[in-house]
């Protein structure tokens, strides 16, 4: 998880509550991924963020809004926090390697309770 | 549309068994192939495939990519309990776009 840093690890919501999920990087990257993580599901893209400023949606972004504030942080606000958002949410961030090659970091997550 | 599939779902084996994972992928641009292992918190780095035919190693996890044929296996040999995990395949596009994973492979290895 080398460099990339998320809070809360974990929170308990009611329904219609909203909060906000903080993610930050240290490594100088412009681009910037929140996934949510469900079994059997795999990790699917919520938002990205190709650079500060911007930001687009992913796979599943209903329910959510984002900001890229800076080129630091990256957040994600839930408004109206739904059951079926429970989940576990990780945000992202590349590392590129020499040539074709790049990876991603992720931060250690957010598990997420909505009764 | 882009689709990374993975299989079998989930796995038990036994200590000491060898276990081949697989994944195949269907995707435009497609640049790399990653695997990541996931033990109830975030996934961490295994493997980055970017040619075809070339074995990556570390202990006792090997993994190849075909591109030819679109797919890629992850092989571990003398399996450990501290094997058990989700393993995730994903696939990297373009520069600067979001992974495309599977759904994972539960591997759970019984002593």
């Known amino acids: 998880n080398a460099g990339v840093t998320q809070t809360p690890k974990f929170q308990v919501l009611k329904t219609g509550q909203s909060m906000t999920l903080q993610c930050a990087q240290d490594?100088?990257?412009?681009?910037m991924y929140w996934y949510r993580q469900d079994p059997g599901m795999g990790l699917r893209l919520i938002y990205y963020?190709?650079?500060?400023?911007?930001?687009d949606k992913g796979e599943v972004p209903n329910g959510y809004n984002v900001s890229r504030l800076n080129k630091r942080e990256f957040s994600l606000r839930l408004e109206s926090a739904a059951p079926s958002q429970t989940s576990v949410y990780f945000c992202?961030?590349?590392?590129?390697?020499?040539?074709?090659?790049?990876?991603?970091?992720f931060g250690p997550g957010t598990r997420l309770l909505v009764l | 549309e882009d689709k990374v599939v993975q299989s079998p779902l989930s796995l038990v084996v036994h200590e000491g068994d060898t276990v081949t994972l697989n994944c195949s992928y269907e995707?435009?641009?497609?640049?790399?192939l990653l695997w990541y292992k996931q033990e109830k918190k975030a996934p961490t780095f295994l493997f980055m495939l970017?040619?075809?035919?070339i074995e990556k190693k570390s202990g006792r996890l090997s993994s190849i990519l075909d591109k030819k044929e679109l797919f890629s296996i992850l092989n571990i040999t003398a399996t450990q309990t501290g094997d058990s995990a989700v393993y995730l395949c994903?696939?990297?596009?373009?520069?600067?776009?979001?992974?495309?994973f599977g759904k994972g492979t539960t591997l759970s290895v019984s002593s």
């Open positions: 963020s190709a650079s500060e400023g911007t930001t």
């Open positions: 490594m100088n990257h412009n681009s």
């Open positions: 970017t040619s075809s035919g």
């Open positions: 992202a961030s590349p590392a590129r390697w020499a040539g074709a090659g790049e990876t991603q970091y």
């Open positions: 995707v435009t641009n497609f640049r790399s």
């Open positions: 994903a696939v990297v596009r373009q520069a600067g776009t979001a992974l495309i």
